[in-house]
């Protein structure tokens, strides 16, 4: 008698122990796959990763080639102003001429 409760006892153990096993089998297999998932993301987010990157080197080399065009333009404008100032004078000096040689006739 004394035997059959313990032998019942240690099956119960035994089923339990099962129980819980397949229990861990059931969660290491979730944890595989949602480890591949998670590499699967990565990848996908490494591939994301390189093509903003060069969305952002194209977007810095447009930016540069574009700030070099409006240097060019102020460079221009700038010229553009000198060369105004020299007519301004020129045309001032012009008119002192004439005033003087109207004054002198």
């Known amino acids: 008698e004394a035997l059959n409760k313990e032998l019942k006892r240690n099956q119960q153990k035994y089923d339990q122990a ?3 096993l397949q229990s861990l089998k ?10 591949k998932k998670i ?3 990565i990848e996908t987010l490494e591939k994301e ?10 977007a810095s080399e447009a930016y540069m080639e574009k ?17 105004i100032q020299d007519l301004v004078k020129q045309k ?14």
């Open 18 to 20: 099962c129980m819980e």
């Open 26 to 35: 059931e969660e290491h297999q979730n944890n595989i796959e949602q480890c």
């Open 39 to 41: 590499e699967k993301g």
């Open 49 to 58: 990763e390189l093509v903003l990157s060069d969305m952002v080197k194209k």
């Open 67 to 83: 700030n070099g065009e409006l240097e060019a333009k102020r460079a221009g404008i700038a010229a553009c102003d000198n060369e």
């Open 92 to 105: 001032n000096g012009i008119e002192k001429d004439i005033s003087s040689r109207e004054l002198q006739a």
